[in-house]
């Protein structure tokens, strides 16, 4: 499939990604469907999406997202997306659903940040048509998407998604397939780093921060950014990368761990490093 044969595009999952992926196709004239599984997510993620979009393009939006519970409505997509938890199991699981369901010659991604795109290709039936789209959080504001290239990817399937993506207005990057990619494979060396530093008494958090902001010109200081990003996440990922690789630079911080423990996963819990109101 090449990339002006790709019309329709459903994504599975409107949690934060998920419904991000969806306003970015459909702001470019796509017509979306965007599944999960209860009617109260996806009403949700509407009202973020409608929060997010300028108001003179609302309508346009709206009309291009159809919201379904139903994963068999994945079927007449050209491009499926998964943006499920980065949890692999439950990928896989959803990855095997959408495959059977999806026409000949359609191609499958999934928005994993960290996972193993060939530990993934195992549950859909056609691997040369599954590939990696790592969109960027917040996705309509962010322009990178990483486009991850698994062993049996095929050539025409990766020039299909690097077309669509520079086709949204994105700018594409292509990596082959190792834990954490490029993007998270330098961001958290960074912000595992920066954790030490402060689980070493080294200094403070706000320093850190502080450093990288006005010395190196990072528009978040990488503490601010791990609680944006949420521990848990942070966490999960830290593990992907360090058993990946084998490599205990990326093993998770003791303090990390022991802030999921306490339920401080970041801005969206209220608390992690910091406190929010």
């Known amino acids: 499939m090449r990339t002006d044969d790709i019309k329709a ?3 599975i999952g409107a949690g934060t990604m998920g419904r991000g992926i969806a306003q970015v196709f459909a702001l470019r004239g796509y017509p979306v469907t965007l599944v999960d599984r209860s009617a109260e997510i996806l009403s949700f993620a509407l009202e973020r999406i409608k929060e997010r979009t300028d108001p003179e393009a609302w309508e346009g939006v709206l009309q291009r997202i159809r919201t ?9 997509a050209d491009l ?7 949890e692999i199991g439950l990928k896989k699981k959803v990855l095997k659903e959408v495959s059977v369901l999806l026409k000949k010659g359609a191609i499958i991604a999934t928005n994993t940040s960290s996972i193993s795109i060939d530990s993934l290709s195992i549950a859909v039936t056609a691997p040369e048509r599954f590939i990696g789209m790592h969109f960027m959080n917040p996705p309509k504001v962010m322009r990178l998407v990483e486009v991850v290239r698994g062993e ?18 994105k700018t594409p ?4 397939d190792s ?14 780093e ?24 990072h528009p978040m200081g990488p503490i601010e950014l791990a609680d944006f990003i949420g521990l848990d996440v942070c966490l999960e990922i830290m593990r992907t ?15 990390l761990e022991n802030l999921v423990k306490e339920g401080k996963l970041g801005r969206k819990t209220g608390e992690g490093f910091y406190k929010y109101s």
Not at 68 to 76: C, F, K, N, P, Q
Not at 152 to 169: R, Y
């Open 68 to 76: 379904t519970t139903r994963l068999d409505a994945v079927s007449g």
């Open 173 to 176: 990057t292509i990596s082959k």
């Open 9 to 11: 595009v459903s994504v």
């Open 241 to 255: 990368i360090s058993d990946g690789l084998n490599d205990k630079r990326y093993a998770p911080p003791v303090v």
């Open 80 to 86: 499926a997306i998964e943006a499920v938890p980065e």
């Open 194 to 217: 920066a954790m030490r530093l402060i689980q070493a008494g080294v200094a403070d958090k706000e320093s850190i921060d502080t450093v990288m902001k006005a010395g190196m010109n």
């Open 152 to 169: 049996k990817t095929s050539d025409e399937t990766l020039s299909s998604i690097v077309g669509l993506v520079k086709k949204i207005d």
């Open 179 to 192: 834990p954490g990619f490029i993007s998270n494979r330098l961001l958290f060396a960074l912000i595992g």
